[in-house]
């Protein structure tokens, strides 16, 4: 559920953020998005809403599992240490 979770909330960052890089990569003297507002503004007029998930589930499919394995360790760390769990 973190993994799901997380991955929720911080995917439309994550679209912004890649679409800002794209654009200053490209360097055509054009940009698409003068900030990250503009650029989440005109994807979801553009694309919708949904656009903002792009990439969820393999940004899901590679997160959750890492999130099982820390929890999963952590607990055990610290059972092994001594210290009471959550």
């Known amino acids: ?4 979770a997380a991955t929720s909330l911080s995917c439309p960052a994550d679209v912004v953020k890649t679409r800002m890089m794209n654009q200053a990569a490209k360097k055509e003297g ?5 900030s ?4 989440l503004v005109k994807t ?8 903002l ?3 969820f589930f ?3 499919a590679r997160l ?10 952590y607990e055990k760390f610290r059972k ?7």
């Open 30 to 34: 054009n940009v698409l998005y003068s």
């Open 53 to 55: 998930w792009k990439g």
């Open 64 to 73: 959750g599992p890492w999130q099982f394995v820390f929890w999963v360790s």
């Open 80 to 86: 092994f240490a001594g210290l009471s769990s959550f």
């Open 58 to 60: 393999p940004t899901w």
């Open 44 to 51: 979801v007029k553009v694309e919708g809403i949904r656009a």
């Open 1 to 4: 559920m973190s993994g799901l």
């Open 36 to 39: 990250s507002y503009d650029c």
